[in-house]
């Protein structure tokens, strides 16, 4: 398919790694020049997986800019999701793990980024098999956890306490299974899972969630799965969603169940632009955009979003126009983050043991 050109210039940078990179995140800067980011690593050579801060340092000297690590923590369990909250003075990390363990970091950037546990929950019957995914709620108080076991856990804690409490607020016993989650306020949170499905939960009214988006609209694709889900802060009403077979799409909850389809399935009612054909791992609203004033887009209209995907495309995609190709790799492009502080900068992690730092300008 045609993909649309950058108007601004674009630079890429990429720093080989010696191991494979699960997850990768931006952290809060401490000033202005400093950026930091947590990468989840796994050495296959020793089936050892770790979390490292590194500084970023753009190193105006230099055609590329450098990681200079900072601090390592080392898990138990291969990493399965990585959160940040990017609210607190010393940034929180949630990492979730394949042996269905939960556990909450803490690093002090303006002490060389040292790196302690705060925090972990790993007794029998928080999760049974992998936690699939967690969110941060901004604020670093609470965790929200979901497998593919049905479980949706609710984690809360106290900076100073070396224990996680949680609750259960939903088993389904296998019935369905939860592979996304994102908080919308601090009582909402949207989940995703199989057949291309969302559900909306809202902690003010218990036992399951308050309204679901079935996923029997993609021309019979429903085996699809919901990889990732975002939710922009200023329009809470309508989640953006990535998942199987190229698929992104929108839910506004206030139109049921008509999906805003921006690539991939569609309804069958007109052909949808095809971006990838392959797994979508992660989508992000695009808060970099080339309008001037992103107040004047309309609240119907979809803003702009990011995606990377299983056969190595970076693009942005804005509902109505063609994709923005970033990047285009050899290899799958399994994680991403656009900075808050400076959306022009975003890192994304390439499975050839590779991070990818990209500037736009």
């Known amino acids: 398919m045609a993909f649309a050109e950058s108007q601004n210039p674009l630079r890429v940078y990429r720093i ?3 191991r494979y990179i699960d997850a990768v995140r931006w952290l809060s800067p401490v000033s202005p020049s400093d950026r930091f980011a947590a990468i989840a690593y796994f050495d296959a050579d020793t089936n050892s997986p770790s979390i490292e801060i590194a500084y970023v340092d753009p190193n105006p000297q230099s055609s590329s ?6 601090s390592s923590w080392t898990s138990p369990s291969r990493i399965s999701s990585l959160r940040t909250a990017h609210s607190t003075p010393q940034p929180l990390l949630a990492a979730a793990t394949f042996s269905g363990s939960l556990h909450i970091l803490a690093s002090d950037l303006i002490n060389g980024g040292v790196m302690e546990s705060e925090a972990t929950v790993s007794q029998l019957g928080f999760h049974s098999g992998p936690v699939s995914a967690v969110d941060l709620r901004e604020g670093g108080t609470e965790c929200v956890s979901v497998g593919e076991d049905g479980r ?5 804690f106290v900076g100073d306490s070396s224990k996680l409490n949680y609750r259960r607020i939903f088993d389904s016993n296998g019935l369905v299974g939860y592979t996304a989650v994102k908080w919308a306020s601090p009582s909402e949170f949207a989940t995703g899972g199989y057949g291309f499905g969302i559900q909306w939960w809202d902690q003010r009214t218990p036992g399951g969630p308050v309204l679901q988006f079935k996923g029997n609209w993609c021309q019979g694709k429903t ?3 919901v990889h990732s889900i975002d939710i922009h802060p200023s329009r809470k009403h309508t989640c953006l969603a990535g998942g199987s077979s190229g698929t992104v799409f929108a ?3 206030r139109a049921a169940q008509q999906p805003i389809v921006l690539s991939g399935a569609g309804t069958g009612e007109a052909p949808n632009s095809l971006l990838s054909e392959s797994e979508v791992w992660e989508v992000q609203y695009d808060r970099y955009t080339r309008r001037s004033n992103i107040g004047n887009i309309s609240s119907t ?10 056969d190595g495309i970076l693009a942005v995609i804005e509902q109505g126009e063609e994709p923005l190709e970033l990047l285009a790799e050899p290899c799958a492009i399994n994680s991403f983050d656009i900075d808050r502080q400076n ?5 994304c992690s390439l499975e050839w043991e590779s991070l990818a730092i990209l500037t736009r300008s």
């Open 223 to 225: 085996s699809g799965i």
């Open 301 to 310: 209209r979809i803003l702009p979003v990011m995606i990377c995907s299983e």
């Open 251 to 253: 839910w506004d909850r």
């Open 65 to 70: 800019p450098t990681l200079t690590p900072q």
């Open 152 to 156: 949706v856990n609710l984690v809360s």
């Open 343 to 347: 959306p022009s900068n975003v890192i």
């Open 16 to 18: 080989p790694q010696s």
